[in-house]
């Protein structure tokens, strides 16, 4: 075999504008005649990697909002995007510093004070880079097919003494100027009016800008050759902002290698992708998103949680990613959170900086107060820091680890596998009696066992029948390690998961309920749940107790061992719940799985 050609799509330029409002204590228009004097003559700027000054600029829509606008930047490597960022945070800093010698303070969008908050509250607009029309089209409905899990990642709600609001974005839930993308077949000029007329019929506006994601730029903020994300919400910090505009270039890659390829985007039925976008607006990464099943309209439907949508598009967005030579540090603020809260049964972890600024106001009832958030603002190496990384790991040192040591591992990507096929065999026929592990043998032939989610999706058809699910259970029984389904069906939606966990719990005569943990598989109940499994093929213990002692369950079944006869235990649920007159109880359910007999102990 010769190798032709080889392609890689590199990264293309794109111009960041970092938002934040203006607030002047006891002045009611103080904030919109401050902006138009710092607009008229505004501080000098340092200038990025390209050389290009900042600039400071404002909205005729948002009068109390001023953006600091990078110009076209290269993000290609760390390095660049360091430098990036700290010419950034300089510039934020050196504005932050004349709007308080104005008589003023720069705050994170959202300062619920304000006289008028709508007059603050703005985006971080990413305006990425494209070659022709081909991209244009690609890349903007990429991104509109994302639009509900970016809202979810990247929303920011009101804030003031009092803690954070809760819910997604409070911009793009008073919004009057933004919709939702309407799907482009084309680019040329004669679909781009049928696009503008529907908009007019539908929104009673004409111009492709009031888009979430606008396919001709934002002419204002001098990007009107590139295609404009207006997703997210204005971050607090410059850490934030690059997180995103590295999310988008990753997405910019993508669609650049659907053009390559000749592939297009799907086309996300338009009252779907408005229905889950409101949904990320009122609720943030608590949504829970309707997939699309246009293919498989005879299925029920299927929801899933925004934070399961944030990672299944971290695992799509990785080869482009790796390509980037993306760090831990820098994708931290956007996965680790969001990977915390869907595995770790602990609550209270950050993730997103609508959880950062209610973490504050936890731990300090002071920490939201204007000063002390200007304060911040004028400090670059503030701006720069990973603060949601500090409050997850002062929430739980040992899951924010792990959780960076996850992140790695995806970001270093499979090991490459090397050409054995012209060396010599080795041989295998003493591995079996080496290898005394029972779920390591497989037969020839054999499938290979399956994987949580594997499992979940096949148990997700409709009417499987009993054999069915026992064969599909016993299939990921085969796998190494603890079986534990708990982190996955947290990650799906909360009423796909109460479904799949009827469909594994076994009837009321196979089911064990225990009243403490236990000591050996010789206890009573222990017995009990094995000679059901040995019978029935499965069985359910059951604990429900005081929510404190749901960890002795645990650690008592680590304990025991392995089940004896092959019986595998899976964890199925572990979770607390609030009884009456407000207790706090919890629920622990472990699923006992035999072997069929005679092939699989």
Same mark, same amino acid.
């Given at each position: 075999? #010769? ?22 204590? %006891? ?35 948002? /009068? ?5 606008? #990078? ?35 720069? !705050? ?106 606008? @396919? ?39 669609? &650049? ?27 943030? $990464? ?24 944030? /990672?299944? $598009? ?55 107060? @204007? ?36 992140? #790695? ?36 032939? &054999? ?7 594997? !499992? ?61 943990? @236990? ?11 094995? /000679? ?24 008592? !079944? ?21 009884? &009456? ?16 007999? %005679?092939?699989?102990?």
């Amino acid at each position: 075999m #010769t190798l032709v050609a080889l392609y890689r799509s590199a990264p293309l330029r794109q111009r960041i504008s970092k938002g934040y409002s203006v607030y002047v204590p %006891g002045h009611g228009r103080g904030a919109e005649e401050l902006v138009g004097s710092l607009l008229a003559g505004p501080p000098p700027l340092p200038a990025g990697p390209s050389g290009q000054p900042h600039t400071v600029r404002g909205s005729a829509r948002a /009068r109390a909002a001023l953006w600091v606008d #990078t110009g076209r930047v290269s993000l290609h490597d760390p390095a660049t995007r360091a430098r990036t960022a700290e010419a950034l945070a300089v510039s934020v800093a050196r504005v932050a510093a004349d709007v308080r010698r104005r008589g003023g303070l720069l !705050l994170p969008t959202g300062w619920q004070q304000q006289p008028d908050p709508l007059a603050g509250l703005c985006a971080d607009l990413h305006s990425a880079e494209v070659l022709n029309p081909v991209q244009r089209e690609v890349f903007t409905n990429l991104v509109r097919e994302h639009t509900a899990s970016l809202i979810a990642l990247g929303g920011r709600q009101l804030y003031g003494p009092g803690g954070v609001a809760p819910g997604g974005s409070a911009r793009l839930s008073r919004s009057f100027d933004q919709v939702s993308t309407r799907y482009l077949d084309s680019c040329a000029p004669e679909h781009l009016e049928r696009v503008r007329t529907r908009l007019r019929q539908e929104e009673r506006v004409g111009r492709l800008e009031v888009m979430d994601v606008s @396919p001709l730029g934002m002419p204002e903020a001098q990007a009107g050759e590139d295609v404009t994300v207006r997703l997210f919400d204005a971050q607090v910090t410059v850490a934030g902002t690059l997180a995103h505009a590295l999310l988008v270039q990753a997405l910019s890659m993508w669609s &650049r290698d659907l053009e390559r390829t000749g592939r297009r985007v799907r086309q996300v039925p338009q009252f779907l992708l408005e229905q889950n976008r409101a949904r990320a607006v009122a609720h943030g $990464l608590a949504a829970e998103l309707r997939v699309d099943q246009t293919r498989r309209t005879e299925e029920p439907p299927r929801t899933q949680s925004a934070g399961r949508a944030v /990672r299944t $598009l971290l695992s799509e967005l990785l080869p482009y990613l790796r390509q980037l030579d993306a760090t831990t540090d820098e994708l931290a603020p956007l996965f680790l959170g969001v990977e915390m809260a869907g595995s770790a049964a602990a609550s209270g972890f950050v993730r997103n900086e609508n959880d950062l600024l209610a973490h504050w106001h936890r731990e300090d009832r002071t920490a939201l107060a @204007p000063e002390r958030l200007a304060q911040g603002l004028a400090s670059p190496d503030w701006l720069t820091a990973d603060h949601c990384g500090a409050s997850n790991r002062a929430v739980g040192h040992g899951s924010w680890a792990a959780a960076r040591v996850w992140l #790695t591992d995806r970001l270093a990507g499979p090991a490459p596998q090397p050409d054995r096929r012209h060396e010599a065999q080795p041989d295998r026929r003493h591995e079996a009696q080496r290898d005394r592990r029972p779920e390591s043998r497989r037969e020839p032939g &054999r499938p290979a066992p399956l994987t949580a989610d594997q !499992l979940l999706d096949r148990l997700a058809r409709p009417d499987l029948p009993a054999p069915e699910v026992m064969d599909a259970l016993r299939s990921y029984c085969r796998a190494g390690g603890t079986l534990d389904l708990t982190r996955p069906l947290r990650s799906r939606g909360r009423d796909e998961a109460r479904a799949l966990r009827r469909v594994l719990r076994p009837r009321a005569g196979q089911r064990v309920r225990c009243e403490k943990p @236990p000591v050996s598989w010789d206890d009573t109940t222990a017995t009990r749940a094995l /000679r059901a499994a040995g019978e029935q093929g499965v069985a359910l213990m059951h604990w429900d107790l005081p929510a404190q002692d749901r960890a002795r369950v645990r650690e008592a !079944l680590r304990g025991m061992g392995r089940a004896p006869g092959g019986v595998r235990t899976v964890l199925l649920t572990d979770t607390n719940y609030t009884a &009456r007159e407000d207790e706090k109880r919890g629920t622990v359910e472990v699923l006992l799985v035999a072997p069929r007999e %005679g092939t699989d102990r």
